[in-house]
């Protein structure tokens, strides 16, 4: 399965578990419009590191949270490269 | 015998008239308590450590029992050092107690000690002509089970130390506990025995847990004490249906209800005690209705001479068997300005009980929101197929930390369901009982825990 794939697939999962409706998605679509709150995006970043063997956001010293679900996928897909 | 002795207040006046079945034994050898009314496990050393600040530093808790009971009322003071303590630490801590001797059971040890009388321990007690004359009141120091940092050294006296043991002589109980004796919880055990005229079977270092339950099981132990972790890892082993004590204690952690529901299967006659006991605190009470927490009417007034109220949400108790004080300098004073210890433990009032709900500083911090790991491991532990479980922070990068949680499976027992499954049921269960921050983020199963030499579940600082 594609990183962006699982990444999607994840976020529905967690926005199902925590009673939330997940807007369409789209790359430029701001994060925290996604439908998920905060603790909700640490969840997704919980699980998607237990799936994708990483956390690009707590590992690396100097990356800036990304604001947009583009940025989000790219930050795992550049991770992975 | 001469009335000084009489009165003062020693472990060696219990031992003169133990019964002649109570014996304490360990894996490798056992010793007939009375015997050392006029015998001594420290060869000819016992004179020597008249009126010495002695380390108890022995490799075997056998060894350690036996020297208790002939130094109580000899020595000035006793620190006892479990085996579990950094060996960095030893030297502040000989230091701070003033140690002037010490007791040890193995030459190897002998050059950690710099002291200027080593005492081993003989493989045999050897008879002596005439008990030593009982004349100090010893100052027992026991250490804190803090994971980090030095442990804090707290002064018990023995009057303080058993005060909450209502002697009534009972031969037929066999103790058996799966602490350390050098540890509070295991001590209060040790001293229920001796004052009891009960035989104990301690633990030995590296005894595998089956080992153990048939030991216990040979001796027909009837009395049986442990902390939470202890029972679990105990319920993981077929060796369990091997003992049947009629009184079954836990204490040093928090009893939740699944714990406490567990024994009460696996001992359907038993009596099932949970006990809140501290290092610093002594004991507070037990509870014996089978529920989790404790009654409120508890804190109101004074219960078998304990006082207990809430601060800030933490549990404070006053009694006679409160330490009086830590040793070493730039500690703050154990007791408030009223006499109480801060015990650290929290607690919440749910109806017309307390519950324990976690440690002062064991707290996770979720962007704000206060998650004690206790309370969700409560929560996992209700599901059928668990056995036990850690909760635990992890750094993340959007609310500084989130909640997750190691858990242990039950063996599989019938048609096992996918673990997948098993994982959505506990989040299900915690999203339906907690808050949401408090549901863990994710599961991992992991084969086993790690539980401290205190008992306790292993947590990293």
């Given amino acids: ?79 992975a490269r | 015998m001469n009335m000084a002795r009489a009165e003062a207040p020693s472990l060696r006046r219990y031992v003169e008239r133990a019964p002649a079945e109570q014996f304490l034994f360990d894996r490798a050898s056992h010793t007939r308590v009375a015997d050392l009314a006029r015998a001594t496990s420290l060869g000819g050393g016992l004179a020597a450590l008249a009126g010495r600040s002695v380390l108890l530093a022995t490799s075997s808790q056998l060894a350690s029992a036996l020297a208790l009971i002939e130094l109580d009322g000899i020595a000035r003071r006793i620190t006892i050092l479990p085996p579990d303590v950094d060996r960095v630490h030893v030297g502040a801590l000989l230091t701070d107690a003033e140690c002037d001797a010490a007791v040890i059971d193995d030459a190897r040890n002998a050059a950690s000690f710099d002291l200027p009388i080593r005492i081993a321990r003989a493989p045999n007690i050897v008879s002596i002509e005439q008990a030593p004359t009982v004349s100090v009141r010893t100052e027992w120091v026991l250490l804190t089970s803090g994971t980090t940092g030095v442990p804090k050294m707290v002064v018990h006296s023995l009057a303080g130390l058993t005060a909450a043991i209502s002697v009534s002589t009972d031969s037929q109980v066999v103790w058996g506990t799966f602490y350390d004796i050098r540890r509070y919880g295991g001590l209060q055990i040790f001293l229920r025995a001796v004052l009891g005229g009960a035989s104990l079977v301690l633990s030995s270092a590296g005894e595998p847990v089956a080992e153990h339950l048939l030991r216990l099981a040979r001796h027909g132990i009837t009395h049986l004490s442990g902390t939470p972790s202890h029972w679990r890892r105990a319920l993981m082993s077929p060796e369990i249906s091997k003992i049947s004590p009629r009184y079954v204690r836990l204490s040093g952690e928090i009893a939740d209800q699944t714990i406490l529901d567990s024994l009460r299967a696996a001992f359907p006659q038993a009596s099932i005690g949970h006990a809140y006991a501290a290092t610093e605190a002594g004991v507070g009470f037990a509870v014996n209705d089978g529920a989790a927490g404790f009654p409120v009417e508890y804190l109101e007034g004074i219960r078998d001479g304990v006082e207990m109220k809430v601060v800030d949400g933490s549990l404070r108790v006053r009694s006679p068997g409160t330490a009086s004080r830590y040793v070493g300098a730039g500690r703050a004073p154990l007791l408030d300005a009223d006499g109480f210890v801060d015990t650290g433990d929290m607690v919440e009032r749910r109806g017309d009980r307390y519950f324990f709900i976690g440690r002062k500083g064991g707290i996770i911090n979720i962007g704000g929101l206060k998650v004690h790991p206790e309370e969700v491991e409560a929560v996992i532990n209700q599901h059928p197929r668990v056995r036990m479980s850690l909760v635990r922070a992890k750094r993340s990068p959007v609310t500084g930390a989130i909640v997750i949680a190691d858990v242990v499976l039950k063996s599989a027992a019938g048609p096992s369901r996918g ?29 086993a825990l790690a539980v401290a030499a205190t008992g306790k579940l292993a947590r990293r600082g």
């Fill in chain 1, 1 to 79: 399965m594609s990183i962006k794939l699982t990444i999607m697939e994840q976020m529905a999962q967690v926005a199902r578990e925590q009673g939330r409706t997940l807007a369409p998605l789209r790359d430029d679509l701001a994060l925290l419009d996604s439908g998920l709150d905060s603790l909700g995006i640490a969840v997704l970043v919980a699980r998607l590191e237990d799936r994708l063997g990483t956390d690009p956001f707590t590992s690396a010293d100097d990356v800036q949270f990304p604001v947009t679900v583009g940025d989000f996928v790219k930050a795992y897909e550049h991770g």
């Fill in chain 2, 419 to 447: 673990e997948p499954d098993v994982k959505d049921e506990i989040l299900e269960l915690c999203r339906g009982a907690l808050p949401r921050h408090k549901v863990p983020a994710t599961i991992s199963f992991v084969p």
